[in-house]
């Protein structure tokens, strides 16, 4: 049973450039989150897709984008990169959006 | 919003010794999670616990929901038990989410 995978594993960008995200979710599930994580800290909620559409939202600006496609797989956009967008990028994956969340190894992004 | 604290923030142990981390959070829940983070990143599921108790080889874990805190027990631990060991809770909304919360973490250092 496949769990959560994201690629890339690791990607540097410039400031003010684009970068977009991939995660696959676990074998059955149905929702995707997204997490930033920040060095030293914990992971912070960026947003959730269910059945296509974004069904919430954390504290992050318009900047920040995704899409859901219909096998469940996600992508998150990030446009016009700043320093402060470096960090670790996690995806996780649940059925029904409620339950026990799984995480995958996450996206380091280095923004120079 | 809500408040999620863990404690201690660090540790540090001998092999083979067990500790407890504690996790308190500040509003009622749905569902709270135990993670553990490894030097890669990836975090690894631990417990689902929104109430009760559960054990799972040297690790066990209960939530007194009503109290409003969660403990994490880790016996004979292991070099590999090193990492940040997050909580993590979902709030208890109206409408369907899956948002978790992360706590402060704590980090565990285990030596040989």
């Known amino acids: 049973d496949a769990g959560v995978t994201q690629s890339p594993t690791h990607l540097i960008k410039t400031r003010g450039q684009q970068v977009t995200l991939r995660c696959s979710p676990k074998?059955?599930?149905?929702?995707v989150s997204w997490y930033q994580q920040a060095l030293g800290q914990g992971p912070q909620f960026i947003f959730q897709y269910y059945e296509e559409e974004e069904r919430q939202r954390g504290n992050f600006p318009d900047r920040f984008s995704g899409h859901q496609f219909p096998n469940y797989s996600s992508e998150l956009n990030v446009n016009a990169l700043l320093l402060g967008d470096s960090a670790l990028y996690l995806c996780?994956?649940?059925?029904?959006?409620?339950?026990?969340?799984?995480f995958g190894p996450g996206t380091r992004l280095t923004v120079t | 919003g809500i408040q999620v604290e863990q404690s201690p923030p660090d540790l540090i142990l001998q092999e083979g010794a067990n500790s407890t981390l504690r996790c308190n959070f500040s509003d009622s829940v749905n569902n709270l999670q135990w993670f553990h983070q490894n030097p890669w990143g990836q975090l690894i599921n631990l417990f689902y616990i929104p109430s009760g108790t559960k054990q799972n080889g040297r690790l066990s874990a209960t939530t007194v929901a009503t109290e409003r805190y969660s403990l994490l027990y880790i016996s004979s631990s292991q070099t590999t038990d090193s990492g940040v060991y997050f909580c993590?809770?979902?709030?208890?909304?109206?409408?369907?989410?899956?948002?978790?919360?992360f706590g402060t973490g704590t980090l565990l250092a285990v030596q040989p």
């Open positions: 993590a809770v979902r709030m208890n909304y109206g409408g369907a989410t899956n948002k978790l919360i």
């Open positions: 074998s059955g599930h149905d929702t």
């Open positions: 996780a994956s649940s059925w029904n959006r409620a339950y026990e969340q799984y």
